[in-house]
């Protein structure tokens, strides 16, 4: 975890993430989105994570960024890759950052 501010690992992520919309890193087509995949088998869904995140050079900040925006969210609202983690395991992690709050 990192004290910096979510708007400056924001800014990080947007700069530098391989899924930047700038045209240049992202590897997203027309046929499919790595970042979104329609896999709801967790298995999948990880595999899929550290393909889609592989070599990105904002992947720590990416995934406490994730983890920050969806602690309040209903589980069954947090989809999507981000920082090589799938949806099950942010939310375990939320989960678990809640149990060390207390």
Known sequence: MTTES???L???R???????P????SRVSAVSDPWFPVTRNEADLEA?????CSGCPVKAECAEL???EEAEL?????QGIYGGLA????IAAIQARRGAAR
């Open 6 to 8: 979510s708007s400056v």
């Open 10 to 12: 924001a800014k990080r």
């Open 14 to 20: 947007q700069g530098r993430g391989l899924c930047a």
């Open 22 to 25: 700038d045209g240049k890193k």
């Open 48 to 52: 899929q994570a550290r393909k889609a």
């Open 66 to 68: 994730a983890l920050r």
């Open 74 to 78: 209903p589980p069954d609202w947090i």
């Open 87 to 90: 949806p099950h395991q942010r």
